[in-house]
């Protein structure tokens, strides 16, 4: 690959998936904003007195997010896509309501699941997946005549305890040679 190429610019929108795959039953629709991914890792210095800088660097924690207000949403999705950490959805067929527990201690990896954003133009190589991720949100809804209301939530990566790294990057398909 070169460099220096307009080619390697990227712009466009992308789309968030909840689930095995990323297909459309796994959506979770538009998004008032951009969906921002994000990586950091946390590290500590290792100084020595013999030198005036560190001479090392040990990571101490990684941490990777996905960030995004959607535009559309419903009390099954808040539920089935646990999008609310402890809630359930009560329904009649007819109409329905989402009831959150006030219960605490309970563990978000238990309902972590496969996170994916994709981008609209398709492109695999900027495909990013969260093999087990968790999702924390704080419900906060602006009713705004002048103004479409979000619900913002924020994904986390968790390891999922069976090897799989933090986060893929790229076709999800490659198998190495």
């Given at each position: 690959m070169?460099?220096?190429?307009?080619?390697n610019?990227r712009?466009?929108a992308?789309?968030?998936?909840?689930?095995?795959?990323?297909d459309?039953?796994?959506?979770?629709?538009?998004?008032?904003?951009?969906i921002?991914f994000?990586?950091?890792v946390d590290?500590k210095?290792?100084?020595?007195?013999q030198e005036?800088?560190?001479?090392?660097?040990i990571?101490?924690a990684?941490?990777?997010s996905?960030?995004?207000?959607?535009?559309?949403?419903?009390?099954?999705?808040?539920v089935?896509?646990?999008?609310?950490?402890?809630?359930s959805?009560?329904?009649?067929?007819?109409t329905?309501r989402?009831?959150?527990?006030?219960?605490?201690?309970q563990?978000l990896?238990?309902?972590?699941?496969?996170?994916?954003?994709?981008p609209?133009?398709?492109?695999v190589?900027?495909i990013?997946?969260?093999p087990s991720?968790?999702?924390?949100?704080?419900?906060?809804f602006?009713?705004?005549?002048?103004?479409?209301?979000?619900?913002?939530?924020?994904?986390?990566a968790?390891?999922?305890g069976n090897?799989?790294?933090?986060?893929?990057?790229g076709d999800?398909?490659?198998v190495?040679?």
């Amino acid at each position: 690959m070169s460099y220096g190429t307009k080619e390697n610019v990227r712009m466009g929108a992308g789309k968030l998936y909840v689930g095995d795959t990323y297909d459309d039953a796994n959506a979770l629709g538009y998004t008032l904003e951009k969906i921002e991914f994000s990586y950091t890792v946390d590290t500590k210095e290792i100084k020595v007195q013999q030198e005036a800088t560190p001479i090392d660097y040990i990571v101490m924690a990684k941490e990777a997010s996905i960030t995004t207000t959607l535009a559309e949403f419903d009390h099954a999705m808040m539920v089935n896509k646990n999008l609310i950490a402890d809630a359930s959805l009560v329904t009649d067929g007819v109409t329905s309501r989402v009831e959150i527990s006030s219960s605490v201690g309970q563990s978000l990896g238990q309902t972590a699941q496969k996170v994916w954003v994709v981008p609209d133009d398709g492109d695999v190589d900027y495909i990013i997946c969260f093999p087990s991720a968790v999702i924390k949100t704080e419900l906060s809804f602006a009713f705004d005549a002048e103004d479409v209301t979000g619900y913002p939530i924020t994904i986390t990566a968790i390891p999922d305890g069976n090897g799989s790294p933090l986060v893929t990057i790229g076709d999800p398909d490659v198998v190495q040679s």
